[in-house]
């Protein structure tokens, strides 16, 4: 791609926290870029890193948290140079955010109308009146019935799918180059999460944005990412298209994540259902060799104490794991003849 179309450009993205048993490494070392009209999904446990790593493209970390990088730009503005006042007016403008939870994320004393209208207006995008026109024409084309009327109403008098699409509709009222999805459809019913990941996907299509698809859901991402990063422990574990990352998942918790998908009709042997043993080990301290060898069914010896860098197969495509990628492959392979994989 050419720099034009990059939206955003992080390389070597790192989150510290102090916390009163001593540094938490949030995020280490992550790299990546999304481009104009492509959706990047990152998956990973909770207390991976997924919602922090966004939270420090937009610089909204908590006090006691430290973000570096080598590089961090956002349609090629430089954004470890900016100031917090620079950085404010690309809030709500350049970049934007979607909350999981529409209800706390919405001012339930302001009428949707005016939180709408305080976007447009704040970053100087129009008056009053073009505040109002521009949030109509947002709500009708989420497919608000009524949009005018739903603009004087509060928050607590529509439903937590109509929130979510006031959500989605606020975040555009400036046409950002980049949205960041943080779970959007989290706190939704099967049938609103359908319509709020079809309606995501078409208005990507025309306003040719730049997508961050934070979830758990690896069937939301295969659905929806051109790209995938997989997170685990703050890292950065395989980086791949949609179709490699689920088609030839190399990384062991890649494919321990796509192993737990439940499939109608399929087990393993047992009976069971896939899952991975253990938890998110604790970030604090000193961190040395993999994160994940604890719950790792191929752990060896050096897993304990090598630094563990990221294996590059081809560019966008790589992992992080000492084992070649065609012993990741076997691995897989023989899970499959046991039957240990659904």
Avoid: W
């Amino acid at each position: 791609m050419t720099d034009d179309s990059r939206v955003l450009d992080a390389k070597n993205l790192s989150v510290e926290i102090e916390v009163p048993a001593g540094t938490l490494h949030a995020v280490t070392d992550v790299t990546l870029h999304v481009d104009k009209g492509e959706t990047l999904g990152i998956v990973g446990e909770s207390g991976c890193g997924k919602s922090i790593t966004s939270l420090a493209i937009m610089n909204l970390l908590p006090s006691k948290a430290t973000r570096t990088a080598s590089k961090l730009q956002l349609e090629g503005k430089d954004l470890l140079s900016l100031s917090e006042r620079e950085l404010a007016s690309l809030r709500g403008n350049s970049m934007g955010m979607i909350f999981q939870d529409p209800m706390t994320s919405l001012n339930p004393v302001y009428r949707i109308g005016e939180q709408l209208e305080e976007v447009y207006i704040q970053h100087g995008k129009g008056n009053r009146k073009e505040a109002r026109e521009r949030a109509a024409y947002l709500l009708d084309k989420v497919g608000i019935i009524a949009p005018r009327e739903r603009l004087s109403q509060y928050p607590h008098q529509l439903s937590g799918g109509l929130r979510q699409r006031m959500m989605i509709a606020m975040t555009l009222m400036c046409e950002p180059g980049l949205v960041i999805a943080d779970e959007p459809t989290t706190a939704l019913d099967v049938t609103m999460q359908a319509q709020t990941l079809n309606l995501l996907s078409s208005l990507q299509d025309e306003f040719k944005m730049g997508l961050i698809l934070i979830t758990h859901d690896l069937g939301v991402v295969a659905r929806m990412a051109d790209r995938v990063l997989v997170m685990y422990a703050g890292k950065a574990v395989e980086t791949g298209t949609s179709q490699q990352v689920f088609d030839h998942p190399t990384h062991p918790y890649t494919q321990g994540l796509i192993q737990c998908i439940p499939v109608p009709g399929k087990t393993s042997n047992d009976g069971r259902l896939g899952s991975i043993k253990g938890m998110v080990p604790a970030l604090i301290g000193e961190l040395r060799g993999c994160m994940f060898r604890n719950r790792c069914v191929y752990v060896s010896g050096k897993c304990h104490t090598s630094e563990i860098e990221f294996n590059e197969i081809n560019p966008g495509r790589g992992y992080r794991c000492l084992l070649e990628e065609s012993e990741c492959a076997r691995n897989l392979e023989g899970n499959l003849a046991a039957g240990t994989v659904k």
